[in-house]
């Protein structure tokens, strides 16, 4: 990603996780830790891992690139992009920002496995350990001490953020759409349909398995919005970045692509 696209994904996910935090005080509740682990082991790692592994021993669909993607895609949870979509999906808000705070810490902990395998540079997880608390541990705290001091400006202020976080994330997608759309859907169609069967091992799970609404929306939506930047950062890094790439770069358009059918899907429900 260029530069100023990657600026713009940072000053988008620290709108977001300050929103998350401002909102969260007053939608506070305490989710019970096997709805927690469901959530960010079950639909983000385990079932997801599970068809990549299914896919690579039974099938000859996917090359070795598209499956390393693949996994790093897996592997990059909590994009904060989700939180944008919370309030026009009526999901639960202090859930899904639990859970993007969650699954950065997991997806350190994927990392750091790949860089043992070894498939990473070792070195390069203390830089990402402060790039993800710079981008969501530390905005979402500071929203929460914001509400706590001054609750009735924050309270002012909050619709405001709302929609900035969610007219950045809209600007992103068009950008995103003018700079890489054609050069995807005009190249090999293996990254595609890769990206396609990734984002169903995503999606389905919580989507067939959640039965209540709240909660079904807040776990697809997470499980779905991957951390791109954070993708981008690794795949640069490996030798091979250039047969990455066209899987990771699908993927992106597929998940903003899905985000949006789903909002109108629940929203007319």
């Known amino acids: 990603m260029s530069g100023w696209l990657s600026a713009w994904a940072v000053l988008n996910s620290l709108v977001i996780m300050l929103t998350l935090g401002l909102a969260h005080r007053r939608q506070a509740e305490r989710y019970p830790p096997a709805l927690l682990l469901r959530a960010t082991l079950g639909y983000n790692l385990v079932l997801p891992a599970l068809g990549l592994w299914l896919l690579a021993s039974c099938t000859r669909w996917f090359d070795s690139h598209s499956l390393l993607a693949m996994s790093v895609l897996v592997a990059a949870g909590g994009g904060t992009s989700a939180g944008a979509f919370v309030k026009k999906i009526g999901a639960a808000s202090g859930l899904t920002a639990t859970l993007i705070i969650l699954l950065q810490g997991l997806s350190l902990v994927l990392l750091g496995a790949l860089a043992v395998a070894p498939v990473l540079d070792i070195g390069l997880l203390p ?143």
Do not use: D
């Open 127 to 269: 830089a990402l350990c402060g790039y993800l608390l710079l981008l969501t541990v530390a905005p979402f705290v500071v929203g929460l001490a914001l509400a706590r001091r001054w609750p009735q400006t924050t309270r002012q202020w909050l619709p405001w953020l709302e929609r900035l976080g969610g007219a950045l994330v809209f600007l992103l997608v068009l950008a995103l759409l003018a700079r890489y759309a054609a050069a995807v859907i005009g190249g090999p169609t293996e990254p595609l349909w890769a990206a396609a069967t990734l984002l169903c091992l995503l999606v389905l799970p919580a989507l067939l398995l959640e039965r209540k609404p709240e909660l079904q929306r807040s776990m697809v939506l997470v499980s779905l919005v991957r951390n791109l930047t954070l993708v981008l950062a690794v795949v640069a890094m490996l030798p091979t970045a250039a047969q990455l790439l066209p899987t990771v770069l699908a993927f992106g358009l597929f998940m903003y692509l899905a985000c949006g059918l789903l909002l109108l899907f629940w929203r007319a429900e």
